[in-house]
């Protein structure tokens, strides 16, 4: 098969050693003409990227261990699987697309020294990473100063926008105010209750969803609440949501206290199927911690949900419980950061070219056809348009997904009137 | 069963030599070579950047030589100082960075970006300082020792004493940890302060102002070594350790145990503050999770490795563990933990004089076997304390 | 902020509202016991204190697991099972742990505190490299779920109760245990006055080993209730560790009467701010004032008068 690449037996053959036997099946898959299509290297790379005749490096930083090793699995098991899918395809420009993945170890000032090191030391094309605003705000300057790309799948607070950084998660706005206005006129939500982790994105976000609610809503926000990180008692705040018994509960906890918050409101006798709650923190993921039983009947304002009925999606979620077992499961995250490779190879193809200011220049109105979560379209300013869906939580841990937005919803990073 | 530290430091106590002796001279000589001299040379850019962060950790474990080898105060909250020294670097450059010019998309110009998103218009009282250098200068020392003046000064006034100490600078930890996080308009929350650009008008930011920046640091870091030493030789460092073996004896003898436990730990605070503003102007941020618990415990590990009694120790103890974080973590992220876990328990238990030990014990015994065997010996000298 | 509410709300949600701050008080001496013991008594600092807690919890839900797959009609009264199988799996680790690390260290206290850190990180990895970096979810059984109607508005949730009941059980066994048994008057022995107890013919290694061990395994218990109102992943534990210390010194380290009266204050105090502040800010000034009290009376609420 391999001969059937029209490269000149000579390379061919030559990359056949080099690449040792278990390259081959991978190489046929290729279609035909793959390498002779493949533009120069110096005419496609003129920064001096890791970029080779057959080879283009890109770096992934995730914290594989720490505390946030248990949300960054999913993130970069897709970001590995998008990757594998493009090599498959043929790669990017003609080059296969090879990792670097380093360890941000949930610790910022690491993710600031490993983002320098991928993109001084490896020449990384571009990175695929980060998880945490914290993370995303140590590693940006090191990213603008180096002129990298980075590729960011968190649903994030907004506030901000660089050249530097595709945002593929949702900004505040983009989560919060279709979901807002959802629950509004469906669930008659005028009177809210905040309970949040204590830390910018609940904050940011709920000031977002106040400014919403007095304004454009009418409605009412009776009670504000923030818990540090990791704290796991919420009777007393429980007792105070019997008090003022609010239409809606909306929440923003985050990490273990989800576990904690969810079981103890159940214990408390709120019932979920009675009392509306909606909440933006609650993935899949989390889902499993929390325990189905202990959640469902919960809203979670998302823009994707591993139950999304389309063809794209039923493909990406047998591709991923094909690579990383059945039992694991998807949520919102996970599916941005499989958006991020598909994104960059796009913009690649449209610039011809891996020069990061080519890249960034080019991002501006890209457009995916195959994302599981449906079309999305990159912005000027870096964000993705996107639509917003609520879901519900059932106790198998699934969401049955109950409105998703008509239109994609325009990214906007400094919502005017909302700060 | 005897304590392995107090006999060797007993050994320590009694010296009538001079400032430093031939051999820690040879130590000095040799860790500055290293430092100024063997890692610039072979080292990256990158690299060196690296280890000048390592370096600033390097103060820390400086300050709990001081004040948990030779006081016997430990301290679990010495993040709080790194972190306070480097959060006032930290603020005096972010107001610098949030020129009116560069910040004229917000609501209100001229203030940090997060204040700005947390609707505050004007700029709290408590940064006004930070907008002059030689009061930042100040302050970077002084707030962290003030700090570390009152904590120490309630509670050594009422004996307490090392576990409880220990435990409630943990908890000191905890609290600032939570506050920080929590005041996100006036501290920048649980991102920190971020995005710094210039000190005074000097792009910090450069792989020049970086390489610069390594030789202050390590040149500040030697002025401290420096300083701990005169502490340690003086007679001062000698109560020091008298009173960690017999603090009631000490205070019979007329001595006011509280003031010089205070001493140590301001001293040790200080030289954390310092490290944590070279901290923030290698790193570029300052962020609360170097404020809490497990960065601080982390630290004394650093120590305990380098050796509790050794100034030295405690730098090559810094090196050696963030080195083996560094390139472990690459490889083998999950057995990290693992091995940062067995090193705390065999510092503990194998050696608990650390690096220094070792080459006290083992080598340097050795050493001076062979050089003694080249050539005849001079009857004259006494060999008095060979554990040194 | 209470105007609008009627006097009968009000007087239910004071009511709750003294329940809460029961339940926290409950999960307070279950967390500070073992350490009361451990620290109290030995004068060890057990760092790893949280981790033999999520043991417990593990355990807690291997059985869950078990019982649903293998012994469904057993499952409502898993969780008995499940504590006993809990404190005997955390109790044999901190057995084992003294046996290995802790006897070594008793005349350096705060080398103590190094190593079971170190421990801690150790187990931490442990629990991360078989049970998976995320939480686990334990399934209840449905008899421990939901909540007991007082009157219209006055509910108490189950599980609060039942940790309540677990506290004052385990709190009266070991009351007993201590201040009543042989055991327990050997422990004290060691605890005053180790020479002496030797040269009476007590084992003090023996004594030292079975100290720490119900130590850990009290914890392994506390760990194992947990499961019901909070999480577990191999991180968990470290949550409780300042909580706990906090508690066992400002109870006055070696009285257990001291501990429980701690965690009556501590657990009143943020409940009650937390009611009427933000949680954050209850939770800071909570700590503050623990931390100031301790520094303005260091020996803590109680005291035990021993000469030494």
């Known amino acids: 098969m391999a001969e059937d690449n029209d490269s000149g037996p000579r390379s061919a053959l030559r990359r056949k050693l080099l690449m040792g036997l278990a390259g081959l099946p991978a190489l046929a898959m290729l279609p035909r003409g793959a390498f002779a299509a493949a533009p120069a290297t110096a005419a496609i790379n003129t920064t001096k990227l890791a970029v080779t005749d057959s080879e283009v490096t890109v770096g992934i930083l995730h914290s594989v261990s720490g505390t946030m090793a248990i949300s960054e699995t999913g993130a970069q098991q897709a970001e590995k699987l998008a990757i594998e899918q493009i090599n498959a395809a043929g790669g990017v420009l003609g080059r296969k697309i090879k990792i670097n993945q380093e360890d941000g170890a949930s610790d910022w000032p690491t993710f600031a020294e490993k983002a320098k090191k991928l993109l001084v030391n490896d020449k990384c094309a571009a990175v695929f990473g980060c998880w945490t605003s914290a993370s995303r705000k140590a590693v940006l300057p090191v990213f603008e100063q180096y002129n990298g790309m980075l590729y960011y799948p968190t649903f994030y607070e907004g506030l901000e926008q660089s050249k530097n950084v595709i945002y593929t998660g949702q900004e505040a706005t983009q989560q919060i105010l279709a979901g807002l206005d959802w629950v509004h006129k469906e669930k008659g939500g005028d009177t809210f209750y905040f309970i949040g982790s204590d830390y910018i994105w609940p904050r940011t976000s709920n000031k977002i969803a106040r400014k919403h609610i007095e304004n454009v809503l009418k409605g009412k926000v009776v009670g504000e609440e923030y818990y540090p990180l990791g704290h796991t008692q919420f009777n007393s705040v429980i007792n105070k949501i019997k008090l003022t018994k609010p239409k809606v509960i909306f929440t923003d906890v985050v990490g273990g206290s989800n576990v904690a918050f969810y079981k103890q409101l159940k214990a408390a006798g709120i019932d979920l199927s009675k009392q509306t709650l909606m909440t933006i923190s609650v993935t899949e993921d989390e889902i499993d911690g929390i325990g189905g039983e202990n959640i469902a009947g919960a809203y979670a304002c998302m823009k994707y949900f591993q139950s999304i009925e389309n063809e794209n999606n039923k493909a990406f979620v047998a591709a991923f419980k094909k690579m990383w077992g059945e039992k694991t499961v998807i949520g919102d995250v996970t599916q941005a950061a499989y958006l991020g490779p598909f994104l960059w190879k796009l913009t690649a193809e449209k610039a011809g070219s891996f020069d990061v200011d080519k890249i960034a220049a080019a991002s501006a109105d890209i457009e995916f056809k195959g994302a599981p979560e449906g079309y999305v379209k990159v912005d000027p300013n870096h964000h993705l348009w996107s639509k917003t869906r609520v879901g519900r939580a059932k106790t198998d841990g699934q969401f049955e997904i109950v409105y998703t937005s008509p239109e994609l919803i325009r990214p906007d990073p400094f919502p005017k009137g909302y700060q | 069963m005897t304590n392995p530290v107090q006999a060797l430091s007993k050994s320590v106590t009694v010296n009538d030599s001079p400032f430093m002796k031939p051999m820690e001279w040879l130590s000095l000589l040799v860790l500055a070579g290293f430092v100024l001299v063997v890692l610039p040379v072979f080292l990256d850019g990158f690299r060196l950047n690296l280890v000048g962060k390592y370096l600033t950790y390097a103060f820390v474990a400086l300050g709990l030589v001081i004040c948990w080898g030779y006081a016997g105060i430990l301290s679990l909250g010495q993040g709080v100082f790194f972190g306070l020294g480097g959060y006032c670097m930290a603020m005096y450059l972010k107001l610098e960075a949030s020129s009116v010019e560069n910040t004229k998309i917000q609501s209100t110009p001229g203030i940090p970006d997060f204040m700005d998103w947390n609707q505050i218009t004007a700029l709290p009282w408590f940064w006004q300082p930070f907008k002059s250098l030689p009061l930042t200068l100040i302050l970077v020392v002084a707030v962290p020792v003030l700090f570390a003046l009152v904590i120490s000064a309630a509670m050594f006034k009422r004996r307490v004493g090392g576990t409880y100490f220990a435990i409630i600078t943990q908890a000191i930890a905890a609290i600032l940890t939570i506050l920080i996080v929590g005041q996100q308009g006036y501290t920048g929350g649980i991102n920190g302060i971020t995005d710094l650009r210039t000190l005074n008008g000097w792009d910090i930011r450069t792989d020049s102002a970086k390489f610069a920046l390594y030789f202050v640091n390590a040149g500040l870091l030697i002025a401290c070594i420096l300083a701990a030493q005169y502490v340690k030789r003086s007679k001062l460092g000698r109560i020091l350790v008298a009173m960690r073996d017999k603090e009631d004896r000490v205070r019979f003898s007329g001595y006011s145990v509280a003031g010089f436990k205070i001493f140590a730990f301001c001293l040790a605070a200080a030289f954390a503050a310092i490290g944590g503003a070279m901290f923030t102007l290698q790193v570029g941020f300052m962020s609360p999770s170097f404020v809490g618990i497990v960065p601080s415990i982390e630290m004394v590990i650093y120590a305990a490795v380098g050796g509790r009694l050794s100034l030295f120790g405690a730098v090559w103890g810094t090196l050696l563990v963030n080195f083996a974080k560094t390139s472990f973590s690459e490889s083998f992220p999950d057995l990290w933990l693992f091995g940062l876990g067995a090193l705390f328990i065999a510092v503990v238990l194998a050696f608990p004089n650390g690096l220094a030990g070792i080459w006290r014990e083992q080598i340097e015994p050795r050493l001076t076997r062979r050089v003694k065997a080249l050539r005849p010996a001079p009857v004259a000298i006494p060999h008095g304390t060979p554990a040194e | ?308």
């Open chain 3, 1 to 308: 902020m209470f105007g609008e509410y009627s006097l009968g709300d009000l007087g239910a949600i004071f009511a709750m509202q003294g329940f809460a701050g029961l339940i926290l008080f409950s999960v307070y001496v279950l967390m500070a016991l073992g350490l009361a013991i451990i620290f109290g008594q030995m004068g060890v600092i057990n760092m790893a204190h949280g981790e033999f807690m999520i043991l417990g919890a593990y355990v807690t839900y291997l059985c869950s697991t078990f019982f649903q797959a293998n012994l469904p009609a057993l499952f409502p009264l898993y969780f008995f099972i499940a504590m006993a199988l809990a404190f005997l799996a955390s109790g044999a680790l901190g057995m084992l742990v003294e046996w290995g690390l802790i006897r070594f260290l008793y005349k350096r206290p705060l080398d103590t505190l190094l190593a079971t850190w170190g421990l801690s990180l150790i187990l931490q990895q442990a629990y991360r490299t078989v049970f998976g970096a995320r939480e686990v979810g334990v399934e209840l059984p449905s008899w421990l779920i939901g909540s007991v109607q007082v009157t219209d508005t006055i509910e108490v949730p189950i599980n609060g109760l039942f940790v309540m009941a677990v506290t004052i059980l385990i709190t009266v066994s070991v009351a007993l245990l201590i201040y009543r048994s042989r055991f327990g008057q050997q422990i004290r022995a060691v605890m005053q006055n180790r020479a002496m107890a030797g040269a009476v013919g007590i084992d003090t290694e023996r004594v030292d080993r079975y100290t720490f061990g119900l130590g850990c395994g009290i914890a392994g218990v506390a760990g194992s209730a947990f499961t019901m109102v909070g999480s577990t992943g191999p991180t968990s534990g470290q949550l409780y560790i300042v909580d706990t210390f906090l508690i066992v010194v400002f109870g006055g380290a070696a009285s257990l009467l001291g501990t429980i009266a701690s965690a009556f204050s501590i657990s009143q105090t943020q409940s009650t701010l937390e009611f009427f502040l933000s949680g954050s800010m209850a939770k800071v000034l909570t700590l503050l004032a623990v931390v100031g009290i301790l520094m303005l009376r260091p020996q803590g609420l109680f005291t035990l008068k021993v000469r030494r």
